[in-house]
Antibody
Framework: QVQLQESGPGLVKPSETLSLTCTVP????????WSWIRQPPGREPEWIGY???????NYSPSLKSRVTISLDTSKNQFSLRLKSMTAADTAVYYC??????????WGQGILVTVSS | QSVLTQPPSVSGAAGQRVTISCTGG?????????VHWYQQLAGTAPKLLIY???NRPSGVPDRISGSKSGTSASLAITGLQAEDEADYYC???????????FGGGTKLTVL
């Protein structure tokens, strides 16, 4: 059973940058694709992007200008940075393992609220 | 509005069969991309329920099945149980949007 754990702030001010980290104990991050997905309250999940262990990335076109996903193989972690946060970015943020464009393991999620 | 269309809600009595549809188009399901289904219990993360149209991950009971035809897919649950009450999402890939897409979700109520 692959476990993923998100960590980061639960509150971000408008215009600031969100930084989240996903730790994957027990499963080498140097394999598979690793994704970030978010889910606004009462809405469906929204894919943000993924990173391959080689470092190559693919981002949602709607968020591409504001997103960076990176990998730290020494810590078995991957991270999300989302710039210029607004209230519309308030959501539960999930990290997940990806295989063949599906998500087979998810973290428990972290609620991020954008408010001054 | 989601590119993949699902009914907002379905319901069924315990023991009955329900189906949830997921309708897409020529740039996603109709283009041959697989459909995956997730179950989300209240307050928890989505869980992969069906992958690649009709495959069950280990641990998912065989009373849950998926199918795909043309530009649509369906999830079927037989022998409804109270524990099936959840939100269900379909997911695929869209070449026009160049990204992963999710359906709007369907809330299943077990009467």
């Amino acid at each position: 059973q692959v476990q993923l754990q998100e960590s980061g702030p639960g509150l971000v001010k408008p215009s600031e940058t969100l930084s989240l980290t996903c730790t994957v104990p027990g499963d080498p991050i140097s394999s598979h694709y690793w994704s970030w997905i978010r889910q606004p309250p009462g809405r469906e999940p929204e894919w943000i992007g993924y990173i391959y262990y080689s470092g190559s990335t693919n981002y949602s076109p709607s968020l591409k200008s504001r997103v960076t996903i990176s990998l730290d193989t020494s810590k078995n972690q991957f991270s999300l940075r989302l710039k210029s946060m607004t209230a519309a970015d308030t959501a539960v943020y999930y990290c997940a393992r990806s295989i063949f464009l599906r998500f087979d393991y998810w973290g428990q999620g972290i609620l991020v609220t954008v408010s001054s | 509005q989601s590119v993949l269309t699902q009914p907002p809600s379905v319901s069924g009595a315990a023991g009955q069969r329900v189906t949830i549809s997921c309708t897409g188009g020529s740039s996603n399901i109709g283009a041959g991309f697989d459909v995956h289904w997730y179950q989300q219990l209240a307050g928890t993360a989505p869980k992969l329920l069906i992958y690649a149209n009709n495959n069950r991950p280990s641990g998912v009971p065989d009373r849950i099945s998926g199918s795909k035809s043309g530009t649509s897919a369906s999830l079927a649950i037989t022998g409804l149980q109270a524990e099936d009450e959840a939100d269900y999402y379909c997911q695929s890939y869209d070449t026009s949007l160049n990204g992963v897409i999710f359906g709007g979700g369907t809330k299943l109520t077990v009467l």
